[in-house]
């Protein structure tokens, strides 16, 4: 399916790419995975996508006393502090599939936060027994997986948890798509976290590809956001 959906424009569907980001790659430097991370980190406290994030955590998670929540592909963990910060009783269990981003994390304030549990985990495959946690969100990360294991992550993600929460970036119409690319591939070649970015705006999903995503994987989803702010999803198992 491409990720403009199944009913994308022509345009549309050259406008992505099978390519990995830097994050993705086993054969990349460390140092530059690290400098991505950290710049995510940086431009989601300076542009507070960190705390939009964490807003629509505690949202989801508002009639739930003392809930568990599950942070998947968290990469610096900026998202599970401010929830951590802003919600007395609920616990957090903080996950990344890249081994370096979780020993960052766990060296950090996460690792000895008493309702903090650090943890390697991969999305696709998680290691909780069903309905755990109250909810799991898996924040910029979704469109790194091409649509099989995009599938299986909100097949796990609801298994796992009674909501999963999907913010991601939106995947504008074709035209406007092209002027977003444009004014990232001058820097793509110098700047890692422009490649991935411009990487991410190819990958990104559409509502339509999202509800033929959830329909593939027997989930019920509701959508919102989109096209200049955030998409989210909220996945619940039928
Ligand atoms: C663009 S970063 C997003 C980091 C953070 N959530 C944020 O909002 O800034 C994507 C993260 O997803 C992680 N990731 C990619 N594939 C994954 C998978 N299958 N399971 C868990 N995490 C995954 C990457 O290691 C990376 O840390």
Redesign the pocket.
């Known amino acids: 399916m491409p990720r403009g959906g199944p009913d994308a424009s022509c345009l549309d569907r050259l406008l992505e790419t099978d390519r990995p ?1 830097y ?2 790659r086993a054969d990349i430097d460390p140092a530059v ?1 690290r400098s ?2 950290d710049a ?2 940086w ?2 406290r300076v542009f507070g ?2 705390e939009a ?1 964490a807003q629509l955590v505690l949202d989801e998670v508002a009639e739930v006393p003392d809930p568990r929540i599950l ?6 963990g ?2 599970s502090a401010l929830i951590l910060d802003a919600h007395p009783t609920a616990t957090v269990t903080v ?4 081994p370096d ?1 979780v020993a960052a994390m766990a060296a950090g304030e996460l690792g000895s936060h008493p309702r903090a549990a650090v943890r390697e ?4 495959a998680i290691d909780a027994p069903d309905s755990h946690f109250a909810l799991a969100v ?4 979704f ?3 091409p649509p099989p ?1 995009a599938a299986a ?1 909100l097949a796990e993600g609801t298994r796992v948890a009674d909501k999963l929460l999907i ?1 991601d970036l939106p995947r504008p119409p074709a035209p406007l798509h092209v002027l977003r690319l444009a004014t990232m591939a001058p820097l793509a070649p110098f700047v890692p976290f422009v490649h ?1 970015g411009l990487i ?1 705006s190819l990958r990104s999903y559409s509502p339509s590809a999202l509800r033929a995503l959830a329909d593939h994987a027997g989930v019920d989803i509701v959508l919102r956001g989109g096209l200049l702010r955030p998409q989210v999803v909220v996945a619940v198992r039928r």
């Open positions: 980001e994050l993705d995975k991505v991370v995510l980190e431009t989601g996508n960190h994030c942070e998947l592909g968290a990469g610096h900026a998202l996950t990344d599939i890249e981003s985990m991969d999305a696709t898996f924040a910029l990360s469109h790194h997986l294991t992550v913010i991935d991410s």
